[in-house]
């Protein structure tokens, strides 16, 4: 008994060493691997179309009243509340929390309590609107092979650890394999153990895609601040850039209201940087599918007028780089579901590479340094971008 005592004691010397070293870093903590849930879907991040909230989500087996409790160290003394289901039927026992008044760039610990036991996790608040500077990362078509999902999800918590990649991982869409089924969900994305790392700490925004679709599932997961009931799209800020999410499942072409609203949101749009991410891409290799008219034809006039500088895409699943008038249209299909083969020789495609991947975009003021990158660090592409 006092050989256990002392293990535990050692332990748990450990966990607060561990926590007071991220802290002093400044640090955000990336949850160890767990086994298997007792909830649907552990909290996770959401972001909001303002900076200084964050929205966090998590899903219960049944009804219970649950608590939240934020603060900035794992004391958790800044706010604290009780929550309860705002979700019915088919996908119910969601609850969510949005804590507000964040400091830009600080980092944040939060503690859900459900029944006496509790899950913890931390993340860094959005970067100052007045930031130059800005790492994130992008994935896409993370459907299907649950293995290969999860060890892209793993190479991207490594590139977790350097603190500036703590700001959001930007989604290509097709999540899942069928998204009308709640058992898919969780098998294939919430309840990965990579992914729910992550997820925790880091918010991840993802275009809808064609596997995504079916019983409004994607947008209860996803509550992003969508600018119809209609569509799944919308867009944010985050330091130097601008982001618009396009769902090419509702009509897109110049006489839709969603090519309206993005007109104007591009044009209202000062930041130095501009990024479009939807599923299907304009400019790709085939192999899989055919390349989107629309995009070629109504978007790419508006990226070209409004200096958006990359369309990030799925669907394809392979990594292309396409340029077409100076616009870059990337395939990051890569995720985890089965390969396709690029064909050689498509219009405007520069570089095609048939494996799984991610991809890692640093800003630095006027420059954009672009890699996308198997999960065993090999470099595939690499390119930059100089205002």
Known sequence: MNKMKIALASALVSLLSLLAAC??????????????????KEPYLVMTDTASEIKIVWQTPRTTECAIAWGD???????????????????????????????PGA?????????EKTYTGSFRAAAAASATDLNFMIYGDTRTLTDIHNTVAGAIISALQEPSYNTFILGAGDLVSSGEDEDVWEREFFNLGNVRRYTASVPFISAVGNHDLGAGL??????????????????????????????????YDSSSAQYAWLENDLSASAK??????????GWSAGGGHANDTTVQTDIQP??????????????????????YNSVYH??????????????????????TDMSNHFCRVEIAGNTLNFYAERPDGTIIDSFNITK
């Open 23 to 40: 802290q002093n870093e400044n640090k955000i903590i990336i949850l160890p691997v767990a086994g298997q849930s007792t909830l649907f």
């Open 272 to 281: 130095t940087w501009k990024f479009i991410i939807l599923h299907q891409p």
């Open 218 to 251: 994607f947008e209860k997961y996803f509550p992003y601040p969508y600018e119809t009931t209609e569509g799944r799209y919308w867009s944010f800020d985050y330091g130097p850039v601008h982001i618009s999410v396009i769902d090419q499942y509702i009509a």
């Open 107 to 115: 980092v944040y610990y939060y503690r859900v309590t459900i029944n």
């Open 330 to 351: 990337i395939t990051t299909g890569g995720g985890g579901a089965p390969l396709h083969t690029p064909e050689s020789g498509q219009p405007n495609v520069v570089v």
């Open 73 to 103: 160290n794992t004391l958790y003394d800044l706010g604290e509340n009780v929550t309860t289901e705002n979700s019915a039927g088919r996908n119910q026992h969601l609850h969510s929390y949005t804590i507000t008044g964040l400091v």
């Open 302 to 323: 508006l990226c070209e007028t409004h200096d958006v500088s990359i369309v990030f895409a799925g669907h394809n699943h392979y990594y292309a780089r396409a340029i």
